[in-house]
């Protein structure tokens, strides 16, 4: 009777050590599975280039237009001039839904930089084909001066997004109008990624 208690129990220590070998084996098959199924986050693959994230993660990217420099005299310059950052064409071609999320994604190329000091977004006004930014304006004998770089300027998030990107979202929900992003840099040339809000139906 002993002998056989020995076997018995043999037999049942073996059968334990087998049957947790089985659940490892199981789980570690079952870990590389779900990593090797996982979706790879998508990034930029040039820096400074702004996207828009769909909800599941593609990237859209956003209209690129070159900015000049406009400047409108009045009275000869008598009665004032303004000084405007201008884009041609009225709308942007890349539309968003007014209440849809908006995520926007970047890869800085100064990565050491807060990213709140180089990149900003700012509102634009439809005016004679264009879209502009008053840059400085000033009044008759430059008695009154004015600029929209601070008013029209909106306040946004900055979120790590993959191994080397930024996501970036604005504080407050956007209204229906034209955008454009731009990196601050020591380019004479600004280069603007830029998107329209429409009214939600």
Do not use: W
Request: glycine share 8%; proline share 5%; with cysteine.
């Amino acid at each position: 009777m002993t002998r056989q208690f020995k076997f018995v129990d043999h037999l049942s220590n073996t059968c334990t050590v087998v049957a947790g070998t089985i659940v490892l084996t199981l789980s570690i098959v079952s870990a590389t599975g779900n990593a090797q199924t996982a979706p790879k986050i998508q990034e930029p693959e040039y820096a400074n280039s702004f996207f828009r994230s769909e909800a599941d993660g593609t990237l859209i990217p956003l209209e690129r237009k070159p900015v000049t420099i406009g400047m409108k005299t009045k009275a000869l310059g008598f009665g004032g001039a303004d000084a405007t950052y201008q884009i041609q064409e009225e709308h942007s071609p890349v539309r968003v839904k007014a209440g849809t999320p908006l995520n926007l994604v970047v890869r800085l190329e100064k990565q050491d930089v807060d990213p709140a000091t180089q990149v900003l977004l700012y509102t634009l006004k439809i005016e004679k084909g264009q879209r502009k930014l008053l840059i400085n304006g000033v009044g008759a004998f430059g008695i009154h001066s004015k600029s929209d770089l601070a008013t029209k300027q909106s306040q946004l998030t900055f979120l790590k997004y993959g191994q080397a990107s930024l996501k970036i979202e604005p504080q407050t929900p956007l209204s229906p109008g034209e955008y454009a992003v731009v990196v601050q840099s020591q380019n004479p040339q600004i280069t603007a990624y830029c998107f329209g809000v429409d009214a939600a139906n």
